[in-house]
């Protein structure tokens, strides 16, 4: 079986439908669709069928559609091998990022990639929440995500998960509060404040409902945002108190805004990078996922509590 036909399978078990896979490969959907026909012939047995007006995968589909990930890894890591031999993390790594985690890493890891001959990263942003974070990794090499603990969105769907950090999520306090003189905070202590939240369904609203469970009372939301700098703002005129991750919080005033853990509730989040499993086999993609690990242990060892 030919190895690009079987990767437009693979594109259609990950995509789902012959339009998505003709514009991710740059075809039209009636080429993808004759190269599928083809590639059922060489295999010698129904690998689609017709739902509705659109193609799904049989089970056979779904089989080869998995072995053809295997291929794809294999071949990428003999090209890898090859270019360790050759000492070349050369070609264009893509990496999309949601803000806070780009604000923590890039800026270094392009710093220490800078004198990498032959490598270019390319970098996007998105709102973590408004996208579907691990199906990005088929438009990009590596995918900065984040979860709560015990909450990942990307389990079953067979990707390279690359631990980067845990990162603690802080009460932010504007710094006349009662409570700024605190070395902690728990859940009783500031149950009664009025609260910045984020967008009902976000991943942080989990650690407001714990608070509620823990302290017994129904916390007041005020407003709600998913920009950290608007959070900020808020909190530091007075307006409320939010939960911020603390390593990109501040925003430059610590003047003005402090930080206080929050005792007895797991709050933190974990940032991962996260990659088809083929396209981790590069050299180049290996070369920037190190970069961000020794990235990610700088910023972790040179903060503390506030």
Known sequence: MDVQRLELLRELAERHTVTAVAKATHRTPSAVSQQLKVLEREAGLPLTERKGRGLVLTSA??????????????????????????????????????????????PGVLADLADTPGLVVTCADLDPELSDFPALTAEFDIVLAHTMRGQPAWGGRGLSVVPLMTE????????????????????????????????????????????????????????????????????????????VPRYTSGGGQPERLVLKPLRGVDAERQIVALMRPDRAERLAVRTVVESLRVQAARVQSKHTPR
């Not at 306090?173 to 009025?194: C, F, I, K, T, W």
């Not at 998913?226 to 108190?241: K, Q, Y």
């Open 61 to 106: 589909g779904r089989a080869l559609a998995r072995s053809a990930t295997d291929v794809a890894v294999a071949l990428e890591r003999a090209n890898a091998l090859w270019d360790e031999f050759r000492n070349l993390a050369t070609g264009e790594v893509s990496v999309v990022t949601f803000p806070t985690a780009g604000q923590m890493l890039l």
């Open 168 to 243: 603690p999520l802080d009460v932010g306090l504007p710094s006349h509060h009662r409570l700024a003189a605190r070395a902690s905070v728990s859940a009783n202590d500031v149950a009664g404040e009025p609260w910045i939240g984020v967008p009902e369904g976000y991943p942080f609203e989990r650690i407001l409902h714990e608070i509620e469970q823990q302290s017994g009372e129904r916390l007041t939301v005020t407003q709600r945002f998913s920009d950290l700098r608007l959070v900020e703002s808020f909190i530091t005129a007075g307006l409320g108190i939010a939960l």
